[in-house]
């Protein structure tokens, strides 16, 4: 290889790394973070949502003291989110949603139309049990969702428990994504144990131009692995990421399970997350594990494409 090309492989090179994943929004929470900072404006997340009405988003979460997760690179903290027989989420003084119990984290920035959920977009996050505050499996429970702008779907949907629409005698101790839950059939786009002290690490893959959804995934330090393909499914109407617990009613033939149904009371649970952020794949990048420096820097972010020096991070 002659001087010029070699410059010119180089400079190409640095222009690629670049412009590797840069991040659309940043749900890591930084070093030193306590719950209070959740209240706070410079918080990741909203601080006004969802949680129950005479609640606080401090109040909600918890900083538990376990070992990061994948992403969770330059000291980012887990983050607990807590149900209580307080979470009765009021979305306005009249819609008092008194049959499901709802902690979830909406990044800062999501407000409903802005581009994380426009182009070919990648969202990171990272789920944990929290055995001390178990989940009641007899419920349904919404986990990680997409819902859209006029709040009439949910474009995906990660769900444990007892999943409504499943068929009976299903394992309710499955994390299982579902495609758009309005869809004439509701796909179950992946789905795996939800093994305790074990960080589940999920990619999902939005390309919002062609309405498909791809899904990766690995547990602890293991790199994420495709386990789809790309699939066709409707993520249309933009919306907002929630990260969290939404714990359905049980009973039988509900018409309104926001506010009917049974919820039994003197609950205490919890789920744990972490390396929550949104990339923009636009430029064929996705990462796949954190480098070793950092990777809360976008610069550094693993390229999935193996490099022209053949260096895969
Ligand atoms: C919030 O507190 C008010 C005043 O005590 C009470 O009327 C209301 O029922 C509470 N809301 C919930 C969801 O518990
Ligand atoms: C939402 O965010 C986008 C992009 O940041 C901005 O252009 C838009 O004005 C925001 N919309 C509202 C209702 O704040
Ligand atoms: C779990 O949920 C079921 C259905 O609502 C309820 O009957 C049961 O009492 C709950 N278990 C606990 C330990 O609260
Ligand atoms: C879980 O995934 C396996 C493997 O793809 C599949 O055979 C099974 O039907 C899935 N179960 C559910 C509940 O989606
Ligand atoms: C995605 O699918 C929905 C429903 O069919 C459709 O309305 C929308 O235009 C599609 N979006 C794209 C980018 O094709
Ligand atoms: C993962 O999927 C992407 C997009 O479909 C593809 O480009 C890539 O080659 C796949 N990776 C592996 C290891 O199969
Ligand atoms: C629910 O609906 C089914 C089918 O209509 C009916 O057989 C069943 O008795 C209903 N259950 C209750 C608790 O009303
Ligand atoms: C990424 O790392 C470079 C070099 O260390 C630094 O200059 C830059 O500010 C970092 N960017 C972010 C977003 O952390
Ligand atoms: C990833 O690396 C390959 C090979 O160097 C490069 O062609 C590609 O543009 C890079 N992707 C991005 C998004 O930078």
């Not at 222009?15 to 991040?23: E, H, L, S, T």
């Not at 789905?191 to 074990?198: G, H, I, K, L």
């Not at 390309?207 to 692995?225: G, K, M, R, W």
Request: aromatic fraction near 8%; charge should be negative; charged fraction near 10%.
């Amino acid at each position: 290889m002659g001087l010029i090309s070699a410059f010119t492989s180089l400079a190409m090179a640095s222009a690629a790394i670049a412009q590797n994943c840069p991040i659309q929004f940043d749900g890591r929470v930084p070093a030193g973070s306590t719950a209070a900072s959740f209240d706070a404006t410079t918080s990741p997340f909203g601080t006004k949502f969802i949680f129950g009405q005479n609640l606080t988003m401090s109040k909600v979460v918890q900083l538990p003291a376990i070992a990061g997760s994948l992403f969770d690179t330059n000291g980012a903290l887990p983050v607990e989110v807590t149900l209580s027989d307080q979470s009765i989420f009021a979305p306005s003084a009249t819609n008092i949603q008194t049959g499901f119990r709802r902690a979830e984290l909406l990044p800062a920035s999501n407000n409903g139309t802005d581009p994380s959920t426009l182009g070919l977009k990648t969202l990171h996050f990272s789920i944990m049990k929290d055995t001390a505050r178990p989940f009641n499996t007899s419920h349904e429970y919404q986990l990680v969702f997409l819902e859209d702008a006029t709040f009439s779907t949910n474009q995906f949907v990660l769900k444990t428990g007892t999943i409504s629409g499943q068929p009976a005698g299903q394992d309710p101790n499955l994390l299982v994504l579902q495609g758009n839950v309005n869809a004439k059939v509701v796909q179950n786009l992946f789905n795996t144990s939800f093994t305790a002290d074990t960080w589940h690490n999920f990619g999902i893959v939005l390309d919002f131009n062609s309405n498909t959804t791809q899904v990766l995934y690995s547990t602890n330090a293991t790199p994420l692995a495709n386990v789809t393909s790309a699939v066709a499914n409707d993520i249309s109407g933009q919306g907002q990421f929630h990260f969290g617990a939404l714990k359905k009613p049980t009973g039988d033939n509900l018409t309104d399970v926001t506010k009917q149904g049974f919820q039994e009371s003197g609950i205490n649970e919890g789920v744990i997350y972490g390396g929550i952020f949104e990339e923009d794949s636009s430029g064929g990048c996705i990462s796949l594990s954190a480098c070793a420096a950092s990777a809360a820097n976008a610069t550094t972010a693993t390229n999935t494409t193996v490099s022209s020096t053949g260096r895969r991070h």
